[in-house]
Nanobody, 117 residues
Framework: QVQLVESGGGLVQSGGSLRLSCEASGRIDSIWAMGWYRQAPGKQRDPVGSITSSGTTNYVDSVKGRFTISRDNTKNTVYLQMNSLKPEDTAVYYC???????????WGQGTQVTVSS
């Protein structure tokens, strides 16, 4: 099993920045990739971006150039640096780990990000 704990959410003004963290524990050696998702009120959970074990990153078009995913293997932590935040970025942000040969998914508890206009 893998446990994920997100942190770093909060309230920020439009144009501001936040950095979210996702610390993994447990069977971290089984993690194939990690991703960030977000869910706005009344909407489905959507992907934001991901990073593989080799460091390859991908982002959805709406955050390209503004968000950056990175990892610190010494801390078993993945980060989501969010710059130039917009009110439409307001959501609960979730960390996801994809593990093992069957690509089983584990989720964190989520952290709220609110961007005021």
């Amino acid at each position: 099993q893998v446990q994920l704990v997100e942190s770093g959410g909060g309230l920020v003004q439009s144009g501001g920045s936040l950095r979210l963290s996702c610390e993994a524990s447990g069977r971290i050696d089984s993690i194939w990739a990690m991703g960030w998702y977000r869910q706005a009120p009344g909407k489905q959970r959507d992907p934001v971006g991901s990073i593989t074990s080799s460091g390859t990153t991908n982002y959805v078009d709406s955050v390209k150039g503004r968000f950056t995913i990175s990892r610190d293997n010494t801390k078993n932590t993945v980060y989501l640096q969010m710059n130039s935040l917009k009110p439409e970025d307001t959501a609960v942000y979730y960390c996801k780990a994809v593990c093992g040969s069957y690509r089983y998914a584990y989720w964190g508890q989520g952290t709220q990000v609110t961007v005021s206009s």
